[in-house]
């Protein structure tokens, strides 16, 4: 089992930053760590995942360039600096985790722990 606890959320204006950190209950190296975000009335998407043991990193278009996975194992923690945002960008984000043995899991349907999620909101 795997406790995950997200923080960072809040408010900002288009273009402007947050930082999302998660917190894990246990040692995550050898999980994948993904971050996922829900708009009202959409399904849920990833954004970015790592993998813990080797930094290995995936980005859904919409976010390259704008949004950093990073992790401190150490800490058990995962972060997700989220730059130049846009009110697309507003959202539930979600930090997930899941078994990380083969390639990199990007659908929500592949990973097994979830935390409660913090809320995004960019207004322009």
């Known amino acids: 089992q795997v406790q995950l606890v997200e923080s960072g959320g809040g408010s900002v204006q288009a273009g402007g930053s947050l930082a999302l950190s998660c917190a894990a209950s246990?040692?995550?190296?050898?999980?994948?760590m993904g971050w996922f975000r829900q708009a009202p009335g959409k399904e849920r998407e990833g954004v970015a995942v790592?993998?813990?043991?080797?930094?290995?990193?995936y980005y859904d278009d919409s976010v390259k360039g704008r949004l950093t996975i990073s992790q401190d194992s150490a800490q058990k923690r995962v972060f997700l600096q989220m730059n130049s945002l846009k009110p697309e960008d507003s959202a539930m984000y979600y930090c997930?985790?899941?078994?990380?043995?083969?390639?990199?899991?990007?659908?929500?349907?592949?990973?097994?722990?979830w935390g409660q999620g913090t809320q995004v909101t960019v207004s322009s």
């Open positions: 790592i993998r813990v043991r080797d930094g290995h990193t």
């Open positions: 997930a985790a899941a078994s990380c043995w083969g390639k990199l899991p990007v659908g929500p349907e592949e990973y097994i722990y």
């Open positions: 246990r040692y995550i190296y050898g999980y994948c």
